[in-house]
């Protein structure tokens, strides 16, 4: 499974920005998944994930309330919608997936991974 994120940019804080993570085959009924993120010198972190059928999501306490992970399974895509931005979220933003597997915080328990989208929060 290969994974395409899009929807990263510039935002000023406060603002919201949508990514969206493309699928190249079906992933509706095998792959839980989730978003990362990697701020410059610092390790790549959890930020949410939702279950194959998306009943069940997760959210690192830094986003809670702010973010919102979503999948539409007939386009293979998942979402996230970030509102209330702020310059700590600014990061590479990775989409990955979890095949045959539940919601989860490590990105090792992960094994599709896209290229990354960039978002960056002006103060």
């Known amino acids: 499974v290969q994974l395409q994120a899009s929807g990263g940019g510039l935002v000023q804080a406060g603002g919201s920005l949508r990514l969206a993570c493309a699928a190249s085959e079906r992933t509706a009924s095998s792959v839980a998944m989730g978003w990362f993120r990697q701020a410059p010198g610092k390790e790549r972190e959890f930020v949410a994930a939702?279950?194959?059928?998306?009943?069940?999501?997760v959210y690192a306490d830094s986003v809670k309330g702010r973010f919102t992970i979503s999948r539409d399974n007939a386009k293979n895509t998942v979402y996230l919608q970030m509102n209330s931005l702020k310059p700590e979220d600014t990061a590479l933003y990775y989409c990955?997936?979890?095949?045959?597997?539940?919601?989860?915080?490590?990105?090792?328990?992960?094994?599709?991974w896209g290229q990354g989208t960039l978002v960056t929060v002006s103060s």
């Open positions: 939702t279950s194959m059928s998306a009943s069940i999501t």
């Open positions: 990955a997936g979890r095949p045959l597997g539940g919601l989860n915080r490590l990105r090792s328990e992960y094994a599709y």
